[in-house]
């Protein structure tokens, strides 16, 4: 499973960035699979999926799940 930290909140608008492998992922609320999306901070690391699945305009992360 990858690993990346998250660089960017947007708790307002339920969705962030994770500067990971890649270059950068979208993710959004709903693919955080443990703990909850409020909890995750700006520079705390997480693991994570790639959907490839041509929904959105690119590459997203999905089942976002924080490192302890």
Do not use: N
Not at 8 to 35: C, P, Q, T
């Amino acid at each position: 499973m990858p690993q990346g930290s998250i660089k960017k909140m947007v708790a307002e608008k339920g969705f962030g960035f994770i500067s990971g492998d890649r270059d950068e992922l979208f993710f959004h609320r709903s693919a955080v699979i443990e703990g909850s999306f409020d909890s995750l901070r700006e520079g705390q690391q997480v693991e994570y999926q790639i959907d490839d699945s041509g929904r959105g305009k690119g590459p997203r992360a999905k089942d976002v799940r924080p490192l302890s």
